[in-house]
């Protein structure tokens, strides 16, 4: 697994366990459960997107690693940036899963501190 592979996929994974700390420190609760749920979803979707962009990037790796031959420097030129744009995109979803994961969190919380006004302790 190249260098730039391994970031892509600590950065969504770091992101995701993030997110899943922000959620378990919420209020329990049927709408704080299902809350966790989307969270939950939203970061697997975020991870399997990862795992789906680090692979397309490793085969490109990989076949440039197998053209050494032919015009060695411009395929692994190519592999990099492709890289490095899998990275970026992988970073980006995860983002954006976080962001999801965060709003999904703060209206559990604000369902949750509704309910205990409204009911008490």
Do not use: F, H
């Not at 950065?11 to 209020?27: D, H, Q």
């Not at 440039?64 to 899998?86: E, G, T, V, Y």
Request: glycine share 4%; hydrophobic share 35%.
């Amino acid at each position: 697994m190249s260098n730039i592979a391994r970031k892509t996929a600590v950065i969504a994974t770091a992101l995701a366990i993030g997110v899943s700390g922000a959620v378990w420190s919420g209020c329990g609760g049927d709408d704080s459960d299902n809350a966790t749920d989307a969270v939950t979803d939203a970061i697997n979707q975020a991870q399997k997107q990862a795992q789906q962009i680090q692979n397309k990037t490793q085969k490109a790796v990989d076949q440039a690693q197998k053209n050494l031959s032919k015009n060695a420097q411009k395929q692994i030129d190519q592999a990099q940036q492709q890289a490095q744009q899998a990275a970026k995109q992988a970073q980006k979803q995860a983002q954006k899963a976080a962001d999801q994961a965060k709003q999904q969190a703060q209206k559990a919380t604000e369902q949750a501190q509704k309910a205990i006004d409204q009911y008490g302790n």
